[in-house]
């Protein structure tokens, strides 16, 4: 199973899936930008206007699991590649918490994106997105967070953890599919398979590995995120949260904490939707997020 050649190549197999209508490949391409300390931020631009909307992924994914998303939405879109993540360099003290993840993204935001209407967070990028909007008020006119509060523990996460605790090398692309369907039995093998060929690279033997950092796994596995509850205080703007119904990440007591911080929050729930709702139910969630931007 080669590796993919031309990154867009399955954007047609998204919107077939999804039962979106075709009308040739969107103006969609890779963008980089450079922090201060030499790395740099890869991101996916979709649209050739100023982006309406910054999309932030969860832990051990890429930015192209928004694809569907962002091809629904239909408007101009920055996702990006968190550092240590998809295409984006790995920080070198390896250290991936969603306060170090938030000033890093704020450079790419004002450089790319400084009057995005909504920014999107989903897990680690939702945590991202709060710190983003503490840290940077100005950056950030609405804010819709998907299936994460700081409540999520480890106990909340442990499905999550199991599997990116796996093994870092695979002998075959098969393999590292094979444990991927196994962990996610809300989706299509087709769109794990799509996801797994943006998410992993093929080395020099024939062996397969994921693209993110390895060394970002003892902060994921000692997940503690309780201390992040200030940055909900923060929140000033229009605020979603959005829970995947067959999700355990969110339980009701994050959620009447949010509310008890934030009294004006709206809550939204995706029926049968896993923790991942973008690739459980991207048309669903493209659709709330539309009605949330426009409200």
């Known amino acids: 199973m080669p590796g993919l050649a031309d990154e867009f190549s399955l954007l047609r197999e998204n919107a077939d899936e999804a039962g979106l209508p075709w009308r040739g490949r969107p103006a969609v391409e890779r963008v980089a930008v450079a922090l201060p300390d030499g790395r740099s931020v890869s991101a996916l631009r979709w649209g050739s206007g100023p982006p309406e909307v910054v999309l932030l992924h969860g832990g051990a994914q890429n930015a192209h699991t928004w694809d569907t998303v962002a091809l629904a939405l239909d408007r101009p ?7 240590g993540h998809g295409r984006s360099d790995w920080r070198a003290d390896h250290h991936y918490s969603p306060p170090a993840l938030a000033a890093d993204v704020e450079v790419v935001v004002r450089e790319r994106a400084p009057e995005a209407a909504l920014l999107v967070g989903m897990s ?46 695979f002998d075959s692309f098969d ?8 962990h996610n039995p809300t989706r299509s093998v087709s769109s794990l398979r799509r996801g797994v060929l943006h998410n992993a690279t093929e080395d020099p033997d024939g062996s397969w590995r ?21 940055t909900v205080d923060a929140v000033r703007v229009p605020f979603l949260l959005l829970r995947g119904s ?4 969110v339980d009701d007591d994050d959620v009447a904490e949010v509310r008890r911080r934030v009294p004006s929050v709206r809550v939204e729930v995706v029926d ?3 923790h991942s709702i973008q690739g459980d139910r991207p048309v669903e969630l493209a659709r709330l997020l539309s ?3 426009a409200s």
């Open 124 to 169: 680690l990028g939702g945590l991202t997105a709060l710190c983003l909007t503490a840290r940077a008020p100005d950056l950030v006119r609405r804010l819709a967070v998907v299936d994460v509060t700081p409540g999520t523990d480890r106990a909340k996460a442990e499905p999550i953890i199991t599997f990116v605790s796996g093994p870092e090398h």
């Open 246 to 249: 067959l999700s355990g990440v």
């Open 77 to 83: 879109v920055l996702a990006i590649d968190l550092p």
């Open 175 to 182: 393999a590292l599919l094979e444990r991927t369907v196994a």
């Open 272 to 274: 049968g939707a896993g």
């Open 210 to 230: 994921w693209r993110w950092d390895p060394q970002h796994l003892p902060g994921a596995v000692n997940v503690e995120f309780g201390d992040l509850w200030a």
């Open 291 to 293: 009605e949330f931007a």
